[in-house]
């Protein structure tokens, strides 16, 4: 597992990676073909209430000097009979960029991802699931908020 320390304060970003059936996955569909099951298996914190997840999906790719995107959209689905939720990519959609004029010799690989992100309860006793086509890559985001500082005005 990759991991980066952003500058955002306690916020880092990991990669996953496809992993195999155990016991905690047991209720959760398989993946149907041409999908992958990602699976995200977080630490316990000491207040998990302070803390949110956020799901980035996306493809590493060569790009040019303008901003790139996807369009795909997490679909949240519950696990019948037991209602733990996972999510679901159908599809990342056709990528779209900005128009500038780029330098030539601008190309490089950089991980393009969706434009609308998912933001989960943090949970370290349940795995969060995640779906996408196999071409598909699943980052995820620690978020957590500091102690309260300020009072609103009444």
């Known amino acids: 597992m990759k991991t980066a320390v952003l500058a955002l304060g306690a916020s880092l970003l990991f990669t996953t990676t496809a992993l195999a059936d155990s016991q ?25 209430t302070t ?33 733990y939720n ?7 959609g056709s990528g779209a960029s900005t128009l500038m004029g780029c330098v030539e010799g601008s190309e490089r690989e ?23 086509p196999d071409d598909v890559d699943v980052r995820y985001r620690v978020w957590q908020a500091g102690p309260v500082k300020n009072a609103a005005d009444e």
Request: proline share 5%.
């Open 51 to 83: 803390a949110k997840v956020e799901i980035i999906v996306g493809k590493t790719m060569n790009v040019d000097c303008n901003q790139h995107f996807f369009g795909g959209q997490l679909e949240e689905k519950i696990v019948d009979g037991w209602g």
């Open 24 to 48: 905690d996955l047991a209720p959760y569909p398989a993946a149907s073909a041409g999908q992958v099951q990602h699976v995200i298996r977080l630490p316990s914190l000491e207040d998990e």
């Open 86 to 92: 996972y999510f679901v990519l159908e599809s990342l």
């Open 110 to 132: 950089a991980f393009v991802r969706s434009s609308s992100e998912t933001l989960v309860r943090y949970n370290s006793k349940l795995p969060v699931v995640i779906y996408t």
